[in-house]
């Protein structure tokens, strides 16, 4: 992640456009994952399993993934790799707490206990040290 964006990053400031960058990056992911499909799937679903999957799924994953890459694009060069990496785990860390404790996304539920909040204040402390 962190060679991935500082590479994407430069591209963004050499193409003075961090969304070309962004632009770049992803049609060269799904153009690799296109490949991978092809070259591994060997039976698509049935019309009636796509059929069941709510709407907002078909859009929703890179809708945010277009969002965190392009962010992280623009903000790398203006405060530099090592604090947008500290606040984008911090984030991550967080949120996979939250949405454990209620799973969200249909995921399983994972309470949120007092040792969870431990453990989550020491990661956080510890980007936060391993930054300053």
């Known amino acids: 992640m962190v060679i991935q964006g500082s590479i994407n990053a430069r591209l963004g400031i050499l193409l003075n456009n961090s969304l070309l960058a962004t ?22 679903p049935a019309l009636s399993r796509l059929q069941v999957v709510p709407a907002y799924m078909w859009f929703t994953g890179g809708l945010l993934s277009f969002i965190a890459v392009s962010l992280f694009y623009y903000i790398i060069p203006r405060v530099g790799i090592a604090t947008a990496v500290t606040f984008g785990l911090s984030g991550q860390i967080l949120f996979a707490a939250v949405a454990g404790h209620f799973g969200w996304f249909g995921m399983p539920v994972e309470p949120f206990t007092a040792r969870k909040l431990i453990g989550v204040i020491i990661m956080i402390t510890g980007i936060i040290i391993i930054k300053s």
Do not use: G
């Open 23 to 44: 632009s770049i990056a992803m049609v060269m992911s799904a153009v690799l994952t296109i490949v991978a499909v092809f070259t591994t799937v060997r039976q698509l």
